[in-house]
């Protein structure tokens, strides 16, 4: 996000100079969180509904519905050490029951650990976390 300064033998600084003297100003002024909220603008352009591939993380390639949850969760860094925990305890073969599974965050990392052989129970008392549940996992 920010340029590198370079020192220049002319004595008047250009305006893209000048520029990039101002920007460095305001971020160095904006805290933390606010320099977040920022550069996660673009992310709320993306319609609710929209299906991508996770990026990252345990359930790096699923299919995921932006609007289903948090942005870090098809970005691949949501809770990513529980999601290193749950690597390291889940093993192929295992059944695993996921009480409360929301809209299948873990479900979908648990299908994967586990593999063909093991066996998921899914459960989720809501109807809206269910669909976005059943569209994670079809």
Same mark, same amino acid.
């Given at each position: 996000? =920010?340029? @590198?300064?370079? +020192?220049?033998?002319? +004595?008047?600084?250009?305006?893209?100079?000048?520029?990039? #003297? %101002?920007?460095? *100003?305001?971020?160095?002024?904006?805290?933390?969180?606010?320099?977040?909220?920022?550069?996660? =603008?673009?992310?709320?352009?993306? @319609? /609710?509904?929209?299906? $991508?591939?996770?990026?990252?993380?345990?359930? #790096?390639? *699923?299919?995921? $519905?932006?609007?289903?949850?948090?942005?870090? *969760?098809?970005?691949?860094? %949501? /809770?990513?050490?529980?999601? +290193?925990?749950?690597?390291?305890?889940?093993?192929?073969?295992?059944?695993?029951?996921?009480?409360?599974?929301? $809209?299948?965050? %873990?479900?979908?990392?648990?299908?994967?650990? $586990?593999?063909?052989?093991?066996?998921?129970?899914?459960?989720?008392?809501?109807?809206?976390?269910?669909? %976005?549940?059943? /569209?994670?996992?079809?």
């Amino acid at each position: 996000l =920010l340029a @590198p300064l370079r +020192a220049t033998p002319s +004595a008047a600084p250009t305006a893209q100079r000048r520029s990039t #003297n %101002y920007l460095i *100003c305001i971020f160095a002024q904006l805290d933390t969180h606010n320099l977040g909220r920022m550069l996660r =603008l673009p992310l709320g352009l993306l @319609p /609710e509904t929209a299906t $991508v591939r996770v990026l990252g993380g345990i359930n #790096n390639g *699923c299919k995921w $519905v932006v609007g289903s949850s948090v942005h870090g *969760c098809w970005l691949g860094h %949501y /809770e990513s050490r529980k999601q +290193a925990l749950v690597s390291h305890l889940i093993g192929s073969g295992m059944t695993v029951f996921d009480i409360g599974a929301n $809209v299948g965050f %873990y479900t979908l990392a648990f299908a994967r650990l $586990v593999g063909h052989g093991g066996e998921v129970w899914a459960f989720e008392p809501d109807c809206r976390n269910v669909s %976005y549940l059943q /569209e994670h996992i079809d």
